[in-house]
């Protein structure tokens, strides 16, 4: 069984800065696709960034050049530096993982929570 936990969610103003970690345990053999979505009350559930085992990356337009994301391959964990955060950037954040571990599968955790507010 693969666990998602995700971490470093909480309030922060605007113009500032959290970093979100999502480690994953289990019998996992291989990881080749690691992302970030997140979920504003009342939207759909959007992709923010991933990452593949290359190391390429890919953001949403509206993180592009705010947010980083990168990954820890020999501890299974994945990280999102979010800088000059905005009110709109509040939302449920997901770590989300395709994983072999016999079969490959998609796996989600289950949210740390962003809010962006003075």
């Known amino acids: 069984q693969v666990q998602l936990v995700e971490s470093g969610g909480g309030l922060v103003q605007p113009g500032g800065s959290l970093r979100l970690s999502c480690a994953a345990s289990g019998t996992i053999f291989s990881i080749n696709v690691m992302g970030w979505y997140r979920q504003a009350p009342g939207k759909e559930r959007e992709m923010v960034a991933s990452?593949?085992?290359?190391?390429?990356?890919n953001y949403g337009d509206s993180v592009k050049g705010r947010f980083t994301i990168s990954r820890d391959k020999a501890k299974n964990t994945m990280y999102l530096q979010m800088n000059s955060l905005k009110p709109e950037d509040t939302a449920v954040y997901y770590c989300?993982?395709?994983?072999?571990?016999?079969?490959?599968?998609?796996?989600w955790g289950k949210g740390t929570l962003v809010t962006v507010s003075s």
């Open positions: 990452i593949i085992s290359s190391g390429s990356s």
């Open positions: 989300n993982i395709r994983a072999y571990t016999g079969t490959w599968s998609n796996y």
